[in-house]
C-alpha cells in the first residue's frame, strides 16, 4: 500500500486528492500539514488517521493537539514540522499543496529523504528549479507533475523520448477577462475576479489565472520540468479548457492530452503512475463540444505573461522577486487595498529595481523573498 503525505490538506488540491484517495481506498495517508483551517484539519485526521500532522502558527498548533487529544496522531508546528513530517520514513510520496514559497524548504527535505513529489506547488521550481531537479536526479525521486498543464505534457511524453520534443503548448483559458481592454479591467472587482470560467480554485491561483501571472508561472515551471529552453514554450489560449496541453514532436506529429475540466485526474494520474485507475466524473461529449477554438494571448493587456517571461529571461534570483511580488499584491487585491491593474504595477516595480543573483542558494533566494516583501509593505 502507498503512503503518502499532504502539505496543504485543507486547500482546494489537499482536499481533492483525499477525495482520490478516499474513493479507490488503497493508498494510506501518514502525514497532513495546513494553516488556519483547524476545524477541516481535526476532520482530515479523524477520518485518516495520519502519523503526523503539522501546522504553521503556534497558537493553532495548540488549538489542533487540545481537539484531537483522545487520537494517535502527533501534533507538530512551523518549519521544523512540516520538515519533520517531509521526511517522514514510511512515507513513499508526498503532495506539495501549498501556496506560495512556503513549500520550497520541505521539498528539498522530502527529495533528500529519497520520496517522490507530487507537485502542485509551482513556485517552488519557478524560484528554486536549479536546486530542486538536481537533488530529484541525484536522489533518484521522481517529479510528478499535479498541474493540470504539466500533468497534460507528461503524459502526452509518457512512452515518448522524453527530450524528442521541439514545443510545448501550455494551454490557458484566458480567464474571466479574457477580451478586456486595459480600460475595462481598471474597473473590475474582487467578485468578478473569482468568477473562473471553467475551474473551481483557491482565491489567489484564481486571481493569478485572471491576470495570466498563473500562465507565466506555468511557463517557468514547463521549463525546469521538461528541461525545455524559454523559446520553446508557448502559450495558446483555449477558451474551453478541453485540451489541457500539447507537444509538438521532432517529426512534427503534435500530441494532446484532453479531458473534462477536473483536477482529480492530473491528482490520481500522480499518485498511481505509471497506472491509470477509473476515475467518477464527466466524459467528453464531442458532439456536445462541436468545436475547440485557440487565440494568442494578449501579451499588452495582460502584462503578468510577458512579465514573468522576462523574470524567466533575467534568471537567477529575477523569478523569486517576481513571485513574491506577486503573491503580495495579490494579498493585497484580495483584501481590497489595491486594484485589480496595480497588481502588474507592484510586481514592475520590484522587478526594476533588483539586480539578478545568478544561481542563488536556498538562503538567498529565501532573503531576496523577505527583503522584497519589506519593500513593498514600506511603499
Not at 489565472?209 to 506555468?218: D, H, P, Q, W, Y
Amino acid at each position: 500500500m502507498k503512503k503518502i503525505g499532504i502539505l496543504g490538506s485543507t486547500g482546494s488540491i489537499g482536499t481533492q486528492t483525499l477525495e482520490v484517495v478516499r474513493n479507490n481506498g488503497d493508498i494510506q495517508v501518514v502525514g497532513l500539514a495546513a494553516g488556519s483551517n483547524i476545524q477541516l484539519l481535526e476532520k482530515q485526521i479523524r477520518e485518516f488517521k495520519p502519523k503526523i500532522a503539522a501546522v504553521m502558527d503556534e497558537g493553532n498548533a495548540r488549538d489542533l493537539a487540545a481537539r484531537v487529544r483522545d487520537a494517535e496522531t502527533k501534533i507538530v508546528q512551523g518549519m521544523d514540522g512540516m520538515l519533520e513530517l517531509a521526511a517522514l520514513e514510511e512515507m513513499d510520496l508526498l503532495v506539495t499543496a501549498v501556496v506560495g514559497m512556503i513549500g520550497i524548504r520541505p521539498t528539498l527535505e522530502a527529495i533528500r529523504a529519497g520520496k517522490d513529489i507530487a507537485l502542485a506547488n509551482k513556485e517552488t521550481l519557478v524560484t528554486a528549479g536549479h536546486l530542486i531537479m538536481p537533488l530529484a536526479r541525484e536522489r533518484k525521486a521522481s517529479i510528478l507533475p499535479v498541474d493540470s498543464e504539466h500533468s497534460a505534457i507528461f503524459q502526452c511524453l509518457h512512452g515518448e523520448n522524453p527530450r524528442g520534443f521541439q514545443k510545448i503548448l501550455l494551454t490557458a483559458s484566458g480567464g474571466p477577462f479574457r477580451g478586456y481592454d486595459r480600460e475595462r479591467l481598471a474597473n473590475v472587482t474582487l467578485e468578478d475576479t473569482l468568477k473562473h470560467p471553467n475551474w473551481v480554485m483557491g482565491q489567489k491561483i484564481t486571481v493569478d489565472s485572471a491576470t495570466l501571472v498563473n500562465k507565466g508561472l506555468e511557463v517557468m515551471e514547463a521549463c525546469w520540468l521538461f528541461e525545455a529552453e524559454l523559446n520553446q514554450v508557448q502559450v495558446l489560449v483555449h477558451p474551453q479548457s478541453v485540451i489541457h496541453s500539447m507537444v509538438e514532436m521532432a517529426d512534427g506529429a503534435t500530441l494532446a492530452q484532453l479531458g473534462t475540466p477536473d483536477m482529480k485526474l492530473p491528482i490520481q494520474y500522480a499518485l498511481y503512475y505509471p497506472n491509470r485507475r477509473f476515475l467518477p466524473g464527466d466524459r467528453l461529449d464531442f458532439f456536445a463540444l462541436k468545436e475547440l477554438t485557440f487565440e494568442e494571448p494578449d501579451m499588452d493587456v495582460f502584462q503578468g505573461l510577458p512579465m514573468a517571461m522576462e523574470a524567466a529571461r533575467a534568471g537567477g534570483s529575477m523569478p523569486t522577486v517576481f513571485n513574491a511580488a506577486n503573491e503580495q499584491a495579490v494579498g493585497r487585491f484580495l483584501q481590497g487595498k489595491i486594484r485589480f491593474l496595480e497588481i502588474y504595477d507592484w510586481i514592475r516595480s520590484a522587478m526594476d529595481r533588483h539586480r539578478p543573483v545568478a544561481n542563488p542558494s536556498l538562503e538567498t533566494i529565501l532573503e531576496i523573498e523577505k527583503e522584497t516583501i519589506q519593500w513593498l509593505e514600506s511603499r
